[in-house]
């Protein structure tokens, strides 16, 4: 009898394992068998970057790293990709999560699942030194029949779009680089990208371009950032959520992200990315 009950509740707790294995999302599976998380980002100063050895700077990174920390994870693996393949990279299990600086948009919301908002940021254009065609938002891009110019997967194409640029237009490169490239090439007249961004390429240009009057920019420009993660790992998502409740904001947060320019004014407020999802 007692090897009956012996092997009842063997076939017992098998039962249980297998469900809390169902449960588990791959990458939990990755960190529970010793493998170290891998965050995907592309060269985008001041973003997410890689230093010397690939190591994960910008202040998204920086933010990850602290958010993990908390959680108990240090075992990381930094993967850079270009900005394109950064959610194709994430789908096709090259890398755990996007730690590239992704707006949350519904768009995205299709292929990705989305941490809670870390910051608000909007965006800004790059043009000529003193701004010739008087350039601010999408709608003067559009009327002066400009040509713009933004990065392969950059949600500024969606944008040029909705503020009624005509494809024909609208030139794609693959990043920042060749952004500022264009414009000082003069083969595009303004160039579109965030805030932050703009205002490195301003700096790098050695004065040949500037960074627009983003006070022209219309509210639905503004945009919340999220981390992007694999739908399959719903369950390290909601994990990472409430460790990044604790996080955010906090002094020690601050402290690491304030070096790459993010200030209390980028803290995203009360929404959620669900709302996000819904209203972007």
Not at 19 to 24: E, G, S, V
Not at 84 to 106: E, H, K, Q, S, W
Request: net charge negative; proline share 5%.
């Amino acid at each position: 009898m007692k090897s009956i009950w012996k092997s009842v509740a063997a076939a017992g707790m098998g039962l249980a394992m297998s469900a809390t294995a169902a449960l588990a999302g791959p990458l939990m599976d990755r960190i529970n068998s010793g493998e170290p998380i891998r965050i995907g980002f592309a060269n985008e100063v001041p973003w997410a970057y890689p230093g010397e050895d690939n190591k994960p700077l910008g202040f998204v990174n920086a933010y990850v790293l602290g958010v993990l920390h908390e959680m108990g994870y240090d075992n990381i693996t930094p993967v850079v990709t270009d900005w394109g393949g950064l959610i194709p990279g994430l789908n096709a299990n090259r890398f755990d999560m996007v730690t590239g600086g992704l707006y949350i948009l519904n768009s995205r919301c299709q292929n990705v699942a989305f941490s809670e908002p870390m910051a608000k940021v909007g965006d800004a254009f790059i043009v000529p030194k003193g701004n010739p065609k008087d350039l601010n938002n999408y709608e003067q891009i559009a009327k002066a029949g400009a040509t713009f110019v933004t990065g392969a997967g950059y949600n500024q194409v969606e944008s040029a779009a909705k503020g009624g640029i005509p494809d024909s237009d609208v030139m794609t490169v693959p990043g920042p680089t060749e952004i500022l490239a264009a414009v000082k090439a003069g083969r595009a007249d303004a160039g579109g990208v965030t805030y932050f961004t703009a205002q490195n390429l301003a700096k790098q240009s050695d004065g040949s371009v500037e960074v627009s009057d983003v006070s022209q920019l219309p509210e639905w420009t503004q945009n919340w950032v999220g981390i992007g993660f694999r739908k399959a790992d719903q369950d390290f998502v909601d994990k990472f959520n409430e460790a990044q409740k604790k996080y955010l904001g906090s002094d020690a947060m601050m402290k690491a992200v304030g070096e790459y320019g993010y200030s209390k004014g980028n803290l995203p407020g009360d929404k959620t990315a669900a709302e996000v999802c819904e209203m972007r």
